[in-house]
């Protein structure tokens, strides 16, 4: 079978192996469609917080496909069946997975990280972690639903957003654009926030969405706050940058008795005075990953159109040639590239 390898930092490689067989409790699925994340930029640019994962590996964790064949064990899935998978794997048996909280489990492991993932044609995974696609789900949208699970998260469950409140979402990236979508989607009045670099691909993806943008580096953010919020500050503000100035952009353009939700992985350490945001009692909450219950809400956001998946997906990347879609991803000139494996 086709498989896209790390072999080393910044190289990756289209390679033949050998298709997997699935073990008496495991489900074979073929796959269709297989997203790039900000992890795997990451993990491709072999960061040093990323070492941990051993080369060669095959790379992935986005992705849908169909039920190719089930081990002698598995009831609950049969061939034919359209799915998607819940990369991050719990223990559910630490402190956290008993007490509801399995999105922060302490000995998780990540498809396509610590074990081979879904940048191939096949892909063995046990049936708990699956998720069936409904049928009015194209599987090249469906390989949208672990990103707007995290997006579904940070606005459904971590959030408090209400229909009519302004909000702010910092980065115009996969997690970021998901975010601003679903929360237009209960009707909240969005705007995201960009730099000069996502002008070229990302911002217009957002404004194409119907959603307002700004690019910072032309803008000033603080006028575009005064002018949507009559001089109060966002009521909620979305932090998808990944940048440790984030938090501190955030805490000045939010109102008091506002809220701030980071959803991005700061990179490095920040100094931030929080003396602002305790002196206007803003809740600042934190949302990683997703639960069962977010995955499912992000395949009936998908099947509803709340999430326009065809609009965000770009599969205009080959297999043959994945270098291309890592690079173009990390110079933001597009948002979310795909590699089809089937069809």
Same mark, same amino acid.
């Given at each position: ?8 930092? &910044? ?6 192996? =050998? ?28 960061? &040093?917080?990323?070492?941990? *994962?051993?080369?060669? @590996? ?22 034919? =069946?359209? *799915? ?13 997975? @008993? ?37 009015? *789900? ?14 579904? %998260? ?30 237009? $989607? ?15 691909? %990302? ?55 506002? &809220? ?42 998908? =099947?509803?159109? $709340? ?18 879609? /890592? ?5 933001? &000139?597009?948002?979310?590239? *795909? /590699?089809?494996?089937?069809?």
């Amino acid at each position: 079978m086709k498989a896209i390898v790390q072999t080393g930092a &910044e190289t990756v490689e289209l390679q033949d192996r =050998e298709r997997p067989t699935p073990a008496p409790d495991e489900v074979l699925v073929r796959v269709h469609t297989a997203g790039i994340c900000g992890s795997d930029a990451h993990a491709y640019k072999y960061d &040093e917080e990323y070492h941990w *994962v051993p080369i060669p @590996r095959v790379m992935g964790h986005e992705y849908a496909g169909t039920v190719e064949a089930v081990g002698d064990d598995v009831t609950s899935f049969r061939p034919g =069946e359209t *799915v998607t998978e819940e990369p991050v794997h719990d223990c559910g048996e630490c402190f956290q997975c @008993r007490n509801g909280q399995s999105n922060v489990c302490q000995n998780f492991d990540i498809t396509g990280m610590h074990r081979d993932g879904a940048y191939a044609e096949y892909v063995c995974v046990p049936p708990e972690h699956l998720h069936r696609v409904p049928e009015t *789900v194209p599987l090249r949208a469906a390989a949208l639903t672990e990103p707007t699970s995290i997006a579904a %998260r940070a606005v459904l469950t971590r959030s408090s957003v209400e229909p009519g409140d302004d909000v702010l979402v910092q980065g115009p990236g996969p997690i970021g654009v998901l975010t601003a979508a679903i929360a237009d $989607s209960i009707g909240a009045d969005v705007v995201v926030s960009g730099l000069g670099r996502d002008t070229a691909a %990302r911002l217009p993806l957002v404004s194409d969405l119907g959603i307002d943008t700004v690019n910072v580096e032309e803008t000033s953010l603080e006028g575009v706050a005064d002018e949507r919020t009559r001089g109060g500050g966002f009521d909620r503000i979305f932090d998808a940058t990944g940048h440790r100035s984030g938090i501190e952009t955030g805490i000045e353009h939010v109102r008091k008795g506002g &809220e701030i939700v980071m959803v991005g992985i700061p990179n490095g350490p920040s100094t931030v005075s929080l003396a602002g945001a305790v002196r206007g009692e803003v809740t600042v909450e934190t949302s990683y990953g997703s639960t069962w219950r977010n995955f499912e809400q992000a395949l009936r956001l998908l =099947e509803d159109g $709340s999430v326009d998946a065809e609009a965000i997906v770009d599969d205009g990347f080959s297999v043959e040639d994945p270098t291309a879609a /890592f690079e173009a991803f990390l110079a933001s &000139e597009t948002c979310k590239p *795909v /590699f089809t494996f089937d069809g």
